[in-house]
């Protein structure tokens, strides 16, 4: 069994979460390598409804190890609310789940710091989720972050504390005409913090080394979508972090050798929260009846999700960019009842034919997509199980999307359920 990394390849909130799921049972480790609180993976088990913004999706299968790595910023009380959920229901693998020691803490200065900057900005609003995610992350790479193993020298911890508080205050006074926040009444709740996540820190990366001289199988697993990967995606409507394969590498500790194969996940249609282009985005009653058939709001925000049609130009680009080995697609049954739906192949924009994802967004706000349009296939695909059991039609519309990626795809996904998956 080889270590296979799961990626979402289009704007999150493809169903990574329920594939993980359904994946588990035959690894040993799921580890989640990049993202925050702004990631939401929901699950649906007999009826019962897990929502995690940061402990990976494989807890909930006995015996397997669940790691949270260096490359995820941690909100430690969002993470032992999502323990305590897990106690309460008197489910999930909780000795088997580690925390990185060099993962770096999001603290309240980060959330308003968010709420500040997004904000300013307007029109030209990201669409946060107000999480603190990207401040977190501008604090890490500008080297003034904390991390996890600092917050137990808590002399050193106390310092560091003061002074990134006391450059915060500066900007939300002089900046932001916002108040002050507390480095004192942050220092005890994170003090408190540190004992209630101690059973949980680990040198994952030590972990990680020793599952490869072990050879145990592991399941990389990846929050938002690449086409929000802070390089790759729609910058600067993007995430905060790598959200392709190449996080698994920075974001884990683990060599390139230890990633045999990228497995990327994508709707039969597409989504998209908050702002940014959206080339096939669809408008008016046919979107919001997507939206109601999809459940189509954000796991972590509630928000409405924007639909659209499904988009080759941006998933080949997604997929080329990480070697994606072979996909699964989510949400069929939600174009069950579609007489007609619509492939964008290309984009047009003045004289010129893109059939590659182009950085200009420019481009990408205005141009016009160019549809390949298939019928559909008008039944229920809910309760399908077996592949030769599909709508003719919906056959037709998977192979249509594997030719024009040049990929295979081994699973389709026919509902929210655990259970509601086909292997091709």
């Known amino acids: 069994m080889s270590n296979t990394c799961v990626i ?3 704007w999150g909130d493809e169903g990574k979460g329920k594939i993980i799921d359904v994946l588990a049972s035959d690894y ?8 925050g609180g702004n990631a939401g993976h929901t699950l649906v088990i007999n009826n019962e409804k897990f929502i995690f913004h940061l402990i990976p999706s ?7 190890i669940c790691i949270i790595g260096n490359g995820v910023v941690i909100d430690p009380g969002l993470f032992l609310e999502e323990i305590a959920g897990l106690l309460k229901r008197d489910t999930g693998e909780l000795g088997n789940l580690f925390i990185s020691d060099r993962a770096h803490i999001v603290f309240p200065y980060h959330k308003e710091l968010d709420l500040l900057i997004e904000k300013q900005k307007g029109d030209s609003m990201i669409g946060t989720t107000g999480r603190g995610i990207g401040p977190c992350y501008t604090d890490k790479i500008a080297r003034s972050g904390i991390r996890v193993a600092e917050l137990y020298h808590k002399e050193y911890f106390k310092e560091k504390l003061k002074k990134n508080v006391e450059e915060k205050n500066m900007l939300f006074n002089n900046v932001y005409d916002a108040g002050s926040v507390s480095w004192e009444k942050i220092y005890d709740e994170y003090c408190d913090y540190a004992e209630k996540l101690r059973p949980y820190v680990r040198d994952t990366v030590e972990l990680m080394a020793n599952a490869a001289r072990e050879n145990k199988r592991i399941l990389f697993e990846g929050a938002q979508g690449v086409l929000l990967d802070v390089d790759f995606g729609t910058y600067p409507f993007a995430t905060s972090s790598n959200a392709g394969v190449a996080g698994v590498l920075s974001g884990l500790g683990v060599p390139p050798s230890q990633v045999h194969k990228v497995f990327g996940v994508m709707k039969a249609y597409s989504t998209r929260v908050g702002s940014g282009p959206y080339p096939t985005e669809i408008d008016g ?8 058939r999809g459940g189509e709001y954000g796991a972590t925000t509630g928000r409405s999700r924007r639909c659209g049609w499904f988009d080759v130009v941006a998933v080949r680009h997604s997929v080329k960019i990480n070697g994606v080995d072979s996909a699964v697609i989510t949400k069929l049954d939600v174009l069950d009842d579609q007489e007609t739906l619509k492939i964008c192949t290309g984009y047009r924009s003045g004289n010129r034919v893109y059939d590659n994802f182009p950085a200009d967004l420019n481009v990408l706000t205005d141009c016009e997509p160019i549809y390949d349009e298939v019928p559909g296939w008008m039944e229920d695909t809910s309760e399908v199980r077996n592949a030769e059991d599909l709508p003719r039609d919906a056959i037709q519309y998977i192979q249509t999307i ?3 990626l040049g990929l295979k795809i081994e699973m389709v996904s026919v509902g929210p359920e655990r259970s509601q998956f086909i292997r091709i």
Do not use: M, V
């Open 402 to 404: 594997e030719r024009y």
């Open 8 to 10: 979402g390849l289009q």
């Open 58 to 64: 494989g807890i909930l299968h006995p015996g397997k």
């Open 285 to 292: 009653e046919l979107s919001e009846h997507i939206r109601t």
């Open 28 to 35: 040993d480790i799921i580890a989640r390598y990049q993202g």
